[in-house]
Structures are given as C-alpha cells and as structure tokens.
C-alpha cells in the first residue's frame, strides 16, 4: 500500500481535472478491490485521525476524494455524503467565515488555524453500486447540497487538494513562512 503524499511533494500541487464518466465508472466507490478509489479509501483508514483523503495524496491526479463515513457518527450531512466524491465543486459559499483548528495527512502533526466558509452548496458525481442499469453498468449519480460547519470545512479543504493548494495556502504570508522553515527542519532531522 502507498504512503500519504507529504507536503512538499510536487504532486500536492498539480490541478486535478474533472473526470470523464469512463473516469469515474473506474473509480468506483472505494469498496472493490481494483477500483482506483479503493486504495485512496484504504490507505484512508489506516490514518486514524485522517477524515478525508484527496486523491493527490495517494498519488492519483483523478479529480475526486474520499471520505471515511464511519467518522459522519450519526451527522446527518455526513451520512449523505458517498465515500468517494468525484469532480467537487463549490458553487456558493456564505460570506460568514469561521476560523478553526484543521489538520492534513499531507502535513502530518501539524494543526493551523484556518478560515472556512460557514456553508457552502456543492456538486459532485459518484458511482453507486445502489443503482445499477441493466447491463450490470454502476450508474453516475450526481448531487447538489448544502454543507454546513464539519462538513463544509472538510469539503472546502479536499476539493483545495484537487485544485492544487493545501490549508496552509489559507494563513498569513508570515506563517507560512514559519511553516516552511518548520517543515525544512523536519525533513533534515527525519529525513521526512
């Protein structure tokens, strides 16, 4: 099994494109082995504290995440998420933003405090294995909610992934720049 992709891996910055319906009927919904998603979801749960994993960092470029629905524990948005989210897209977000502490498995050990929307509507395809047509083909579900608070945040953050940045792209010029000589220290010292 591959290892998290770690900051400052090149691959945390490339823009994932939107996937085609092939695209996405190869991805599946992280449950079959073969399925590219299958490995994102599985790598995913060996992070314990991991929620959501993008799918830059477990070294695919295809434009989707996933989720770990155990996590949802009863949060009804949660639970209305699929496992993997295919071509996520934040269409209208509040003005109202919410600063809390956030964390990456690209970043790991590493907490920031981060401002997020407080809801944001969003589109995004999924293959479900719900819905099957008649030649035994998983069908492309598409949704539109509105996420609010946890969920929103972990959207907002996941869907950055596919488009190239990481949390730490939200703080100040100066933080970042602490987290930049943070990180060249580590690397020395782990060799990480």
């Given at each position: ?5 770690r ?39 060996t ?22 629905r ?5 949060d ?5 998420l ?48 719900v ?47 602490q ?9 020395q010292?782990?060799?990480?």
């Open positions: 099994m591959k290892n998290v992709v900051y400052p891996d090149l691959r945390l910055r490339k823009v994932s494109p939107p996937l085609t319906i092939e695209e996405i009927h190869a991805v599946g919904d992280g449950r079959v082995p073969g399925d590219i998603a299958y490995e994102a979801v599985q790598l995913l749960a992070k314990g504290d991991g929620v959501a994993i993008a799918a830059n960092q477990a070294g695919s470029e295809l434009r989707f995440f996933a989720i770990d155990q996590k949802a524990d009863g009804v948005e949660g639970s209305q699929p496992t993997v989210v295919c071509n996520p897209t934040i269409v209208n977000a509040s003005t109202e933003m919410i600063e809390e502490l956030e964390g990456c498995l690209s970043f790991p050990g590493m907490f920031f405090k981060v401002k997020r929307h407080t809801w944001v509507d969003v589109q995004f395809s999924y293959s479900s294995d819905y099957v047509n008649t030649i035994g083909r998983q069908v492309i579900k598409a949704n539109d909610m509105r996420l609010t608070g946890f969920w929103a945040r972990v959207f907002q953050h996941e869907t950055e992934h596919l488009d190239g940045k990481t949390f730490v792209d939200n703080l100040p010029h100066k933080k970042r720049m987290i930049a000589n943070e990180l060249r220290i580590r690397l010292k782990m060799g990480w």
